[in-house]
């Protein structure tokens, strides 16, 4: 089965550091999202790319979070500086435009301290 | 914009029970809508989605799910649980139009007793 492919799977770092994560979307996909769960939010989206295009990135404190697609096999997500309250599990997900169920992948857990 | 609502937090259903998880939804027109399954330390995997046409949606692992317009729901059912579905659940609702992101519900963790 294709799979959306997350790095790193755990993160723990300091407050100010900056974190960088990973998401290798399945082949083909041309729909990238960033999710973050939290206990006290749920999922929240975070931004949206489609043909590496960022649609949407009103869900990201612009302060600190930037995401990117350098390539179309490659989606990242930095926060600079990190904060404890960022701590969360980041999920990518994957999908093409005629198929409207989304592949997830397995998520950072990042723990800032 | 749309919104999910999943009224339960958790369910506790025996083993060989059947199972009723409930999502309503608020959205203006005919949304997209999909469940969600993630068990832990995992992502999410998808269960079903609704998009047009019959109104009740098989899934995989013998899952399935009803749109009723009228209610504004789209209830999971299984006939009988086993064991390992426990796990969270996760209902979502799309937008038409183009940019049908997900918008997902705080989900229902489900609880299967032996």
């Known amino acids: 089965d294709a799979r959306v492919t997350q790095t790193p799977r755990d993160k723990v770092t300091e407050m100010g550091q900056e974190v960088t994560m990973r998401c290798q979307p399945i082949l083909g996909h041309n729909t990238v999202f960033w999710y973050r769960q939290t206990m006290m939010q749920g999922l929240e989206l975070l931004a949206y790319f489609r043909n590496r295009a960022p649609l949407d990135d009103s869900g990201m404190p612009k302060d600190r979070f930037s995401a990117e697609m350098p390539d179309a096999t490659l989606a990242t997500l930095k926060i600079q500086p990190s904060e404890p309250r960022d701590s969360a599990v980041y999920f990518c997900?994957?999908?093409?435009?005629?198929?409207?169920?989304?592949?997830f992948g397995s998520g950072t857990r990042l723990t800032v301290v | 914009a749309q919104s999910v609502t999943q009224p339960d937090i958790h369910i506790t259903v025996s083993e060989g029970a059947s199972l009723e998880l409930r999502c309503n939804y608020s959205?203006?027109?005919?949304?997209?809508l999909f469940w969600y399954v993630q068990s832990p330390g995992q992502g999410l995997q998808l269960l079903l989605k609704y998009f047009s046409g019959d109104t009740l949606v098989q899934g995989i692992k013998g899952f399935e799910a009803e749109f009723k317009r009228s209610q504004s729901s789209f209830n999971l059912r299984k006939p009988s649980v086993h064991w390992s579905d426990a796990a969270e659940y996760f209902c979502a609702v799309g937008a038409r139009g183009g940019s049908y992101i997900p918008t997902f519900g705080r989900g229902t963790s489900l609880i299967v007793h032996p």
């Open positions: 997900a994957s999908g093409r435009d005629a198929n409207y169920g989304y592949t």
């Open positions: 959205y203006g027109a005919t949304p997209y």
